[in-house]
């Protein structure tokens, strides 16, 4: 049961870490970016070439972080051009880009699902509470729990967290104030990216690298975001925290129907407060 | 009153051209059906089964279109109703009976009642939040299929479906089975493209064009988002049914988002909101797969997402059609 | 009553847009809403149709209480509205539109396969020859100009057979010519349909309107006849106000 909850605390954070990206770009583009799932996997895939020592492991997570950026940068003047045609354009666009993303790492990396070790001296186990557990996941929730801090700081203190959710919060009127915002959409969408490809490198121990595991972890962000309100990093942090719980919990009790009991969690959230548990009305109406 | 207000006889003018342009595709389209109807004759067995998959999935597009480019409900989890009723079809020739109207019956059924447990959530929801929850439904439906090896047969799939009987003879020939799915096919293009041109239709297309206007002329848009869906669901069963009696294999693949996708795909290559286009795009998409797959060692998802992105930038007017209404643009001009 | 409204209260965040109004409209009547920019006219507005909750008070229509119904069964209940901008169905022509409207309300089965509805067009086509549209009823929507739109709204409100009309700004945007149709419109309405109307152009309203309220800051200011809305001196300093206040934006 301890091991659940830890299990759900380390998933939760390494779910807030992906999803806060694609909740941020969605809540100040409204673009929904499909191709999240495929950076996710392009850091995971780096942890599995990369990873086996420490320093392999810290230049995996540079290189992904350098990659993460640049990719998102790309996507977002890819994007550009479509800001007045509808989601399903968008949603086409990006999805495309994750098919090639995503056969693109099956051809360099193959098919067969690889594992990823966590760095020496991470990869055994401590005793928590008379439990053993992996030492690597208890460090991933403090890691992952210390990013969480930092991102919450950068968007809620800093200026350019203000324009951030000023432009979540009425994108026409921060257009209107004639605040030039295509840069920080720019920065907003690398550093959303950045976060995904960080999340794939942490996550490869726990998730190994694996074709298809970029449709699974999209699915899981999307989930937390829509849980969680669109645009809100206080929202993507519960709801991912929850999806975590339940997720794990779900798989420990109920493991045949693992997936229905996220889809049953997405469904309640939804007819209960279709806005997500911290998403503001005002998210939804747009 | 002013001349303006005078009813002038001009106005029925145009129904002499409309009679020739609605005459017209009548004519083709029997020449299409005939056509279809009249290839195993003059084709290869190899190329029967290629048409096959083609009619497949055309109507599972056909299906699609009604959801994406009728009422502007733009699913990315269709496929969760094709593949439900492919398995429910499979499950019911293997366990019951492979007796004709049978297994197409329970797809039909499954199809339906997978979409209405699912979208009564879905349909309320607009824009952004549809696309998230459709995606999330075609996954999770897909990893059901992966787990719940008792009834799926889990990752290998539902191996071993008996072909489909008809008046007792199964139809093991590539050219009767084709002529099973073509009618089949055929009769549930009709249906939909009858749905299309109906006055419900009509509605469809109002609520896709622009709902809260719709709601403002006394129309409860949920209820027909709703039954359209089921419908959509109910039909994609059909193609799923189909899709078992011709491949006697179901596999997690078949309801996976590729599958939604390549779909979608195809909606979006003939023009959303064409019925034949839909048509014309499936079968695009299934040649295209077919002859590439195989050069391309089975890397399909590359072309499939170039083409994706091409089509975006390229068509816009083809994906033009699947705009739905957007509350904060249409208010400014 | 055709339509009473008591103690409506609508806020967004601290700003109470609409607060605490009362307001009766007689069978028959010509009823114009105005007042200064900001004054609260189309969240009232959109309270009265049902597309917004309102935080307190009630909506009747007729006898009867709608305060908890959606905008589609006050719909049903014989409450059409023309809106604001004119945005209908991209992808329809005119007598379409129209024809939308009327298959609706006409009684006729919204059958899931086709049926030819010659009397929902010929009765669409009556419509649009009412609002000065005859002969535009096969031009696609988009074509039309936007003051033909506007005469497209009034049809399709028309369509709904109401026993209350509600117009949010029918004159917006409009050139002088097509206001003077737009009256002319108005003036032709059976009498048995009682008209509500919110309105910026004073000139149209006092040339329509028997009855007038005025909103000013969220609350009723006044109500009363056109004439008695003229001489008040308490409506001239809200507008006045408010057109001090605009100068010195514009200025």
């Known amino acids: 049961m301890l091991v659940s909850v830890l299990n759900g605390f380390a998933i939760g954070f390494l779910l807030f870490i992906l999803a806060v990206g694609l909740s941020l770009v969605f809540g100040m583009m409204d673009v929904l970016n499909l191709a999240h799932g495929a950076l996710f996997l392009g850091g995971a895939y780096l942890g599995a070439a990369l990873a086996g020592s420490w320093g392999g492991f810290l230049a995996a997570l540079a290189v992904a972080a350098v990659a993460g950026l640049a990719a998102g940068a790309l996507l977002s003047l890819m994007t550009e051009p479509l800001r007045n045609r509808s989601h399903l354009d968008q949603a086409l666009l990006t999805l495309g880009v994750a098919f090639v993303a995503a056969e693109a790492l099956i051809i360099v990396f193959g098919d067969d699902p690889l594992s990823v070790p966590a760095p020496p001296g991470l990869d055994g186990s401590v005793t928590v509470l008379g439990a053993t557990y992996p030492t690597y996941r208890l460090v991933l929730i403090g890691v992952g729990a210390v990013l969480a801090i930092v991102v919450h700081v950068v968007v809620e203190r800093t200026r350019i967290g203000a324009l951030v959710r000023a432009t979540v919060a009425d994108r026409e009127m921060v257009a209107a104030l004639g605040v030039d915002n295509r840069l920080v959409k720019v920065v907003v969408f690398g550093v959303g990216s950045l976060l995904a490809t960080t999340a794939g490198v942490l996550g490869g121990p726990i998730y190994g690298a694996r074709p298809g595991l970029d449709a699974t972890v999209l699915i899981l962000a999307l989930v937390v975001v829509v849980i969680g309100g669109l645009g809100s990093v206080r929202g993507a942090l519960l709801g991912a925290l929850i999806i975590g719980q339940v997720d794990t919990l779900g798989r420990l009790l109920l493991p045949e129907l693992a997936s229905f009991v996220l889809f049953a969690a997405l469904a309640l959230v939804l007819v209960l407060r279709p806005q997500g548990i911290l998403g503001g009305a005002g998210a939804r109406a747009r | ?333 | 009553m055709a339509l009473r409204s008591t103690g409506l209260r609508r806020s967004f965040g601290a700003l109470a847009a609409v607060d605490g109004v009362d307001l009766a409209v007689a069978p028959g009547a010509r009823h114009a809403l105005i007042g200064p920019n900001g004054a609260g006219k189309s969240t009232l507005f959109k309270l009265v149709t049902g597309t917004m909750r309102a935080d307190a008070g009630t909506v009747e229509l007729g006898d009867r209480d709608v305060t908890g119904l959606s905008e589609v069964a006050r719909c049903r209940l014989g409450m059409s509205q023309t809106m604001q901008h004119a945005s209908l169905f991209g992808s329809m022509t005119a007598t379409e539109t129209v024809a939308l409207a009327v298959q609706r309300h006409d009684g006729s089965r919204i059958t899931p396969w086709p049926r030819r509805q010659r009397a929902v067009r010929e009765r669409a086509e009556e419509l649009l020859a009412g609002v000065g549209l005859a002969g535009r009823g096969s031009t696609p929507v988009p074509s039309l100009s936007h003051g033909e739109r506007k005469q497209l709204e009034v049809a399709v409100a028309l369509a709904c057979k109401p026993s209350l009309l509600l117009l949010d700004e029918p004159a917006a945007g409009m050139s002088a010519a097509e206001r003077a149709r737009l009256v002319e419109v108005l003036a032709e309405l059976p009498a048995d349909i009682t008209l509500l109307i919110v309105e910026h152009d004073l000139d149209l309203v006092f040339s329509v309107a028997d009855a007038v309220t005025v909103l000013h800051l969220g609350r009723v200011l006044l109500s009363g006849t056109p004439d008695e809305v003229r001489a008040s001196e308490d409506v001239r300093e809200a507008y006045l106000g408010a057109k001090r206040r605009e100068e010195l934006f514009l200025g």
């Not at chain 2, 290629?50 to 009619?55: E, K, N």
């Not at chain 2, 749905?195 to 609520?207: D, E, F, K, Y």
């Open chain 2, 1 to 333: 009153m002013t001349a303006v207000q005078t009813r002038i006889p001009v106005a029925d003018a145009p129904a002499e051209p409309n009679r020739l342009r609605r005459g017209l595709p009548r004519i083709v389209a029997v020449a299409v059906v005939l056509v279809l109807a009249a290839a195993p004759l003059f084709l290869a067995p190899f190329a029967t089964t290629t048409l096959t998959r083609i009619v497949v999935f055309a109507l599972f597009a056909v299906s699609l279109d009604l959801l994406v480019g009728i009422t502007g409900l733009p699913s990315l989890g269709h496929a969760a109703y094709f593949g439900a009723g492919a398995y429910a079809a499979g499950w019911v020739s293997i366990n019951v009976t492979a007796e004709a109207p049978v297994p197409l019956l329970v797809g039909a059924a499954t199809g339906a009642v997978a979409a209405a447990l699912t979208g009564w959530i879905t349909v309320r929801t607009g824009g952004v939040f549809f696309l998230m929850l459709t995606l999330a439904i075609g996954e999770t439906v897909q990893q059901l299929a992966n787990t719940w090896e008792d009834a799926t047969g889990g990752a290998n799939g539902l191996t071993g479906v008996p072909s489909v009987r008809l008046a007792g003879e199964p139809l093991v020939n590539a050219g009767y089975l084709y002529w099973y799915v073509l009618a089949i096919g055929v009769v549930g293009f009709a249906l939909v493209w009858l749905v299309a041109r109906s006055p419900w239709g009509a509605a469809l297309r109002g609520i896709r064009d622009n709902e809260p206007r719709m709601r403002a002329l006394g129309y409860p848009t949920a209820v027909y988002k709703y039954a359209v869906f089921v419908l959509a669901g109910s039909v994609a069963g059909v193609a799923g049914s189909l899709l078992v009696a011709q491949q006697r294999l179901v596999t997690p693949a078949d309801l996976s988002f590729l599958t939604s996708s390549f779909a979608l795909l195809a909606v979006v290559i003939g023009g959303a909101g064409s019925l034949w286009g839909a048509c014309l795009g499936a079968a695009v998409v299934v040649l295209v797969r077919e002859t590439l797959g195989a050069s391309l060692d089975g890397h399909g998802p590359l072309v499939l997402g170039l083409v994706f992105v091409l089509v975006v930038y390229l068509l816009p007017r083809g994906a033009a059609g699947l705009r739905w209404p957007r509350r904060d643009k249409g208010r400014s001009t």
